[in-house]
């Protein structure tokens, strides 16, 4: 699994973004994925989690409503839209993979990193 980040970008309060996580590996659709990101100063936190079918998403409360996360297995890439964006919301956005089903809200849950896409939203 390696994973490649883009999309991210300046963007004023209450304006949209779709970040993208392509995968160049062969085995895309046989993981769940996640997006969590980091604010400067503060720890790592959980974004939004999708199964590896696509089927079952879950989302942090401060995203909910506002954030839509999918996969294309035909593509090797999941996907964060994000409207509605907020100041806070600021942050470098990472995709992660993972095989296994236990701790899917923590970046201990998750084997494989993105680099990294910094996103900013102005007030």
């Known amino acids: 699994v390696q994973l490649q980040a883009s999309g991210g970008g300046l963007v004023q309060a209450g304006g949209s973004l779709r970040l993208s996580c392509a995968d160049s590996?062969?085995?895309?659709?046989?993981?769940?994925m996640g997006w969590f990101r980091q604010a400067l100063g503060k720890e790592r936190e959980f974004v939004a989690t999708i199964t590896w079918s696509g089927g079952s998403t879950y989302y942090a409360d401060s995203v909910k409503g506002r954030f839509t996360i999918s996969k294309d297995n035909a593509k090797n890439t999941v996907y964060l839209q994000m409207n509605s964006l907020k100041p806070e919301d600021t942050a470098v956005y990472y995709c992660?993979?993972?095989?296994?089903?236990?701790?899917?809200?923590?970046?201990?849950?998750?084997?494989?990193w993105g680099q990294g896409t910094q996103v900013t939203v102005s007030s």
């Open positions: 992660a993979a993972t095989n296994t089903i236990q701790g899917v809200t923590s970046t201990r849950g998750y084997d494989y």
């Open positions: 590996g062969r085995t895309f659709s046989r993981y769940r």
